[in-house]
């Protein structure tokens, strides 16, 4: 891999670099099922600071900093009181370098991420930048299809439901899977579409990918990667009622996909998913969540290259 | 004591197993008088999820894993943003099994650890929801009574003062002491007494007691339990206005009392203890959240089937 | 050093005990250019609350505490819920002994950690206390400034520009600057000029002081101490217009200041130092911050009576 000194977009990932982040993320998930903790990272800080809450991928990283041993400084929202003060981001980012040795940074604007990696020492993780990318939520979407299906040995089709438009995640993920021989398919109300810039690049890539407004077009797919549709996406509301209930799926619905599809969602779901499915072999959502402790234990040890 | 896999109600413990839980806390509060911590809990992570906020509680447990060398990931109150985009409770605790080996939660609404306990691989303790329980609390006073004046070998006259009604951490101790030979008296504003459900469980039990409005029926107890009556619970508000200076001690009263009386408070107190008795020998409200470490220490080593 | 139980005040300090403060600090600033933790304080409990955020301040205390292989437990603002419910500030402080070995108190009263120091048996630090005193800040401006310009040594001009009334944190550090052989230059629009109680200090220690609306009057000044003028500190909002940009400083000015001059800032900063200055040689503010943390952890260990 490529040394990485922050992770700040799916984009700076390639296929030799993502299978090797598999590999080491897969290698610590068979240790932790005899070890509750390695001691990788004894003294080293994370300051986890999310300016806007996100317990779950909040939770997740500073699970994975103590599976390794390490400690953890947090602040969440309303505690970042000098941002009400009128300091800049840029001062409120620059205090990390003084306290953490790594930092993952949630913020409702694009670019917040990209701002702290240009101006601090230490290795910045983007966790969720507003419109922009979340590119840890993609690499563990990821590592849950290579390890459920192989992706990196068998043509998948994977298919994309409910807001093409405004899921970020969608969006880091259509950037990772450019890289290996899949059909991507897109299923979602017209105003809800996968955006040029994504389409593009798939184009550039030579990824077969189509799209549609017919849920009954991804009883073919390997993976259902769910998302939620929100109502305030919609000007005219009442067109939220016309579609709201055609991209949701229930156990009958799986039950006659193909054999072996898997269902994703990055969470938190309303009524897509139906919660009858939640014990179904089909359901991977929750495994998805736990493999990002996974993940991103790989990816602190990268940017601390601390060799596992 | 039966295999406990969660804590959600006083309910679980017999006789039995809150003298084992006793001697295991009292172990342990020797020990932490030359040591600070212990390596017992090395590696293993406690989420500490308060959907409301509750300081003493919730730090109280966060000591307890750390003296027991053990890690925790926290979230409190405003922090749960997914709730508020519509994900069901079910879904928000379900991520706790990805990252931690135990959790606590504490809930505005009654069944809430329930909910989890059911459909989490890891330990939980209730740690307080709504109306429901408060059963580490009712531990840690049981644990304070039986250290202080041994409940197990005496037979005690332990009067509650104040909201009997609605105060949970009350329900959950006569719960507790029903297996004990006590003599349980409740003093409160007629608007505030016992809720039958809890007397039908002391009739059954064979557990004597008794009621009164007047505070100088307390005067030959072993303990003062009291706690504060709230104005909001009063529809007629002149009716607190007229009880609410009824049910308050101060160290004159307390020195009328028996020798040797204690005085408890779960705490937070207003006015109905005056703080003039907080450096008396009688008052031990304060020793009593300190004991809230040592039995929450127990909790964990006993959930996490780790001997001591 | 006289055995130190709390620290609450600057006033606490005289001119060796600050200097046995800077050796300690920087013996640990040296060590863990080499090393990411120390165990000293491994089995401690830091508790960290502050009753109104401050992210920097708290973040600081806390890397100080893992840096020294502690542990942390944390409370922030709203999380504070008993005090809404009517208890008083001694109960809500007093739970502090219960849990912890040391505590780090931020409150908007001033008197606060006085209150808790007086009353609970650990050690307490005042992490500012609303018009009161911050003197952890004092103490690493004291550090960065012997440090940089070797105080103890050389007689320095320090300049204090901006709102010299209600800064608290200038007001510590003058009490701490008394000790040493200074020209303590004060600028300020004359609304906002040092209070007469701290024109005091200085007088009855025979330290040489000076005011001035001037800006010009600072160019001779080894340090410049920035600090920001709060609109609402202005009742004639007019004159708060009129005198904004007077206080401000830029590369252009400093580089036509004395040589070697360095200038500091407590943060947060608005526009009184712009940010061209940043990576300049002269700006010390962002190093300051860092300092803060070699500092609190010298303070942890002095108060906790550990050897280094």
């Given at each position: 891999m490529k040394l990485l000194t922050?992770?700040?977009?799916?984009?700076?990932?390639?296929?030799?670099?993502?299978?090797?982040?598999?590999?080491?993320?897969?290698?610590?998930?068979?240790?932790?099922?005899?070890?509750?903790?390695?001691?990788?990272?004894?003294?080293?800080i994370l300051a986890s600071l999310f300016f806007e809450a996100s317990t779950r991928t909040r939770l997740s990283f500073e699970t994975a900093m103590h599976r390794l041993g390490g400690q953890v400084i947090t602040a969440v929202g309303v505690q970042f009181s000098s941002l009400s003060k009128g300091e800049s981001l840029f001062d409120t980012l620059k205090m990390i370098e003084s306290y953490a040795d790594v930092c993952v940074i949630r913020h409702p604007s694009q670019g917040a991420s990209e701002l702290a990696a240009k101006n601090i020492s230490v290795p910045v993780i983007n966790g969720g930048d507003g419109a922009g990318e979340h590119p840890t939520q993609a690499l563990l979407d990821f590592y849950t299809i290579e390890k459920k299906l192989q992706l990196s040995k068998n043509k998948l089709k994977i298919s994309f439901i409910g807001d093409n438009k405004f899921g970020r995640t969608i969006h880091s993920l259509v950037v990772l899977l450019q890289h290996f021989d899949v059909h991507l398919h897109f299923v979602n109300p017209s105003e809800l579409s996968l955006p040029k810039k994504y389409k593009k690049i798939l184009t550039t890539a030579n990824v077969q990918f189509s799209e549609s407004e017919n849920l009954q077009t991804v009883k073919d797919s390997d993976?259902?990667?769910?998302?939620?549709?929100?109502?305030?996406?919609?000007?005219?509301?009442?067109?939220?009622?016309?579609?709201?209930?055609?991209?949701?799926?229930?156990?009958?619905?799986?039950?006659?996909?193909?054999?072996?599809?898997?269902?994703?969602?990055?969470?938190?779901?309303?009524?897509?998913?139906?919660?009858?499915?939640?014990?179904?072999?089909?359901?991977?959502?929750?495994?998805?969540?736990?493999?990002?402790?996974?993940?991103?234990?790989?990816?602190?040890?990268?940017?601390?290259?601390?060799?596992?």
């Open positions: 922050s992770i700040l977009s799916a984009k700076q990932f390639d296929r030799d670099s993502l299978l090797e982040l598999y590999q080491l993320a897969s290698s610590l998930e068979e240790t932790l099922k005899t070890k509750r903790k390695l001691k990788l990272l004894d003294g080293y993976v259902l990667y769910m998302t939620r549709i929100q109502e305030e996406r919609f000007i005219d509301r009442s067109l939220f009622d016309r579609v709201k209930d055609s991209f949701k799926i229930n156990l009958d619905f799986v039950e006659k996909c193909k054999k072996g599809v898997i269902v994703m969602h990055p969470l938190p779901r309303l009524s897509e998913v139906h919660s009858e499915l939640d014990n179904s072999k089909q359901a991977v959502y929750f495994e998805q969540a736990k493999n990002g402790v996974y993940v991103r234990m790989a990816i602190l040890l990268k940017l601390l290259k601390i060799t596992f």
